[in-house]
């Protein structure tokens, strides 16, 4: 089975600070791993996946994440928010071993708001 | 390239009323994901299919849900008779096959919103 943990549901940044929204997973197998993103009145986007290759991982708008196995965490990261980054975040799992079934299984979300 | 469409887009039904939500994913991809997210709790996983196939129907959460994919192109998703609880937004995903022992990106829809009054 596995489960990922979104710790904050509301997270507030400053534009221009930095933004890190947390997520930490478990996993029976070895996992990938997903941030995905929501903005108003849209689907999820997918802004960056880590798939058991380098661990340190650059996605769309300046995201990165980082996949720390010995903490069992995800986070996302961003140097410098910027206002158009407010949204909803999700993180994701799949079973990184069952290709043709990737069924994802996502946190709670962080809503993630900027002030100017 | 058209991405995966959702209709409608909002619903609002009454407690015993039936309502269908469609599905068209993206052309060319055979798997096709339908996920839920209950308010202020997370998405959750209701079923796959492969083609028409239902490959996993593992999350859906009684047999008043009824998901179809003839001709595996579109899907629908009947709920039938709608409860309180089964207000939510409804997501469908896509993907193609990328090859043996590769990822198979999925690509979202913008979700139907479904109340049940």
């Known amino acids: 089975a596995q489960s990922v943990t979104q710790l904050g549901s509301h997270v507030s940044v400053s534009e221009g600070a930095l933004v890190l929204l947390r997520c930490n997973y478990s996993?029976?197998?070895?996992?990938?791993l997903f941030w995905y993103v929501q903005y108003p009145n849209q689907g999820l986007q997918l802004l960056l996946k880590?798939?058991?290759?380098?661990?340190l991982v650059k996605g769309i708008n300046g995201f990165e994440a980082e996949f720390k196995k010995s903490e069992t965490s995800f986070h996302l990261t961003k140097p410098s928010a910027h206002m158009s980054d407010a949204a909803e975040y999700f993180c994701?799992?799949?079973?990184?071993?069952?290709?043709?079934?990737?069924?994802?299984?996502f946190g709670t979300g962080t809503r993630l708001t900027i002030i100017p | 390239e058209a991405g995966v469409t959702q209709f409608p887009s909002h619903s609002v039904i009454e407690k015993g009323q039936t309502v269908t939500l469609r599905c068209d994913p993206i052309s060319g991809h055979d798997n096709l994901y339908w996920y839920r997210r209950v308010m202020g709790k997370e998405i959750k996983f209701l079923l796959h299919f492969v083609k028409e196939s239902k490959q996993d129907e593992s999350g859906m959460p009684n047999n008043r849900f009824l998901a179809e994919r003839t001709g595996g192109t579109y899907s629908t998703l009947k709920v039938q008779p709608a409860e309180l609880e089964d207000s939510g937004v409804y997501f469908c995903?896509?993907?193609?096959?990328?090859?043996?022992?590769?990822?198979?990106?999925?690509?979202f829809g913008p979700g139907t919103r479904l109340t049940v009054l």
């Open positions: 995903a896509s993907s193609q096959e990328a090859g043996r022992g590769k990822y198979n990106e999925q690509f």
């Open positions: 996993s029976s197998v070895p996992p990938y």
């Open positions: 880590y798939t058991s290759a380098a661990t």
């Open positions: 994701a799992v799949s079973d990184g071993a069952n290709f043709g079934n990737e069924k994802l299984t």
